[in-house]
């Protein structure tokens, strides 16, 4: 398949080391925080509660965003944030993130394509009537946004773009939130049960579609509980699941800690050494599993693994979140987060708006403009 374009060769080859370097950089930032993550599980605990805000990304832009700025909290264009009304400061670089391109091809014939932006005009008129196919493929080329502290958006107007967490005395009105979204939405039984032993907090079956939480937990624990409960559920666990214990127990953890983050409460130590005991024990069990290989391949194996389960989580959490908050807000209307929570209506304004960013980067960077 060739291309007919009006570049030159020579302009043609330097666009294709530029987007080769901004490849590689993009893949070598991930790389390096994939690497972190097998060192040190802190770090994936910290990376959830930054990912908790970039729900609306897929993890690996997500990855690449923490891995150049672990503070960012709200990212959009350059263009979108002109178009706002609060340009990008002079002299701030942009965050590198994988941007999804359209290109409208024409097919001249069976070796012979040229892109519709350098289409003549003839060929464009035979597009329309029909007698020339046109085809559109979807690549994924290095882009930037800029963070909303690069950019002009006053510090004091920030709270209008994020919750800023429910104080402990909420967490039974979340709980009760939870509880009717599970029940509700995903059609579980949500139940406080007598558990005899402090040290189990809570039980899920996939098959029965129950979840037991132990009565004996705090408001503060037992919601911990129950949002790892619920992740379970999310991610589909269930007896006649592929998946070990150790992958479910891993994923809940995350889907607890993604929940928790995005309600803006504390992921006290405790359930970072859960998590990281069970990250280790799923760890263990893929290096039992790809034994066999050589250190390399079973070291690209155990990330692969690692980095699906915890995608399909991310993905999950995604979808589900926006179904958690309406109940939430149900269960919390009319009492503030905190002294300097804004008003809902620039949250829910933000949301909507967030939730149209990749198709704005869309309009931004397609080749067909």
Known sequence: MSYVKKPTKEQKKEWIEKAKEKHKFAREQVETIAKEFRTNPEVITEYLQFGSKFYQY?????????????????????????DEGFPVKKGEHGLAVYV???????KINENEYVQLRYATKEQKEAMRSGKIEAITKLNFEIGNVFDISQTTFPPERYPEFFDVGYPSEKHHAISKALTEYAQEHLKYDVNTSDLKSISLRGTHNGTTKKIHVNQLLNDTMYLSTLSHEIGHAIAGHSPGSQKSVAQKEYEGDCFS????SKLGLEINDARKRHFAGNFREY???????YQDLD??????????EMESSFSHVFSKFGQEIEN???YIDKYTKGQQHSAEQPGKS????????????????ESDFSIDR
């Open 283 to 289: 760890e263990e069990e893929l290096k039992a599993r």
């Open 257 to 260: 800690i993604l929940l928790y």
């Open 295 to 304: 250190p390399e391949e079973m070291e690209k194996s155990i990330n692969q």
């Open 100 to 106: 999804p391109v359209k290109a409208t091809l024409l």
């Open 324 to 326: 958690m908050q309406s």
């Open 346 to 361: 620039n949250v829910e304004k933000y949301k909507k708006k967030y939730a149209r960013q990749m198709e704005n980067y």
């Open 58 to 82: 897929s993890p690996k832009n997500t990855m690449l965003i923490y891995a150049q700025n672990p503070g960012a909290t709200y990212v959009q264009s350059f263009k979108a944030w002109k």
